[in-house]
Nanobody, 124 residues
């Protein structure tokens, strides 16, 4: 069973960048489709980005397309979320998730394994 640990969150000003990392242990990362989701206070968890097992395909929510980039380094058992041009509405707890399958889903219910989350706050 894979365990996921996110890091890299923090406070950023609008327009700045942050890079989130998700380190996997207890499993081979290339066996999992990986996703990033976020949850703001009082809102439901929403899809941010997802990437196929070997990085050949990636998908983004419309709200982050062109600003965020998901990538993975299977040799390092790590998935990244590069977040540029941050906006106050990007403020949320960001979660890394894994699905032991081959289809890249954008629905949280499809992901079986979750990290504990890392807080991202965008404010001036």
């Amino acid at each position: 069973q894979v365990q996921l640990v996110e890091s890299g969150g923090g406070l950023a000003q609008p327009g700045e960048s942050l890079r989130l990392s998700c380190v996997a242990s207890g499993g081979t990362l290339s066996s999992y489709v990986m996703g990033w989701f976020r949850q703001a206070p009082g809102k439901e968890r929403e899809f941010v980005a997802a990437i196929s097992r070997f990085g050949g395909s990636s998908y983004y929510a419309d709200s982050v397309k062109g600003r965020f980039t998901i990538s993975r380094d299977n040799a390092k058992n790590t998935v990244y979320l590069q977040m540029n041009s941050l906006k106050p509405e990007d403020t949320a707890v960001y979660y890394c998730a894994a699905d032991r399958g081959t289809v890249v889903y954008t629905t949280a219910l499809r992901y079986n394994y979750w990290g504990q989350g890392t807080q991202v706050t965008v404010s001036s």
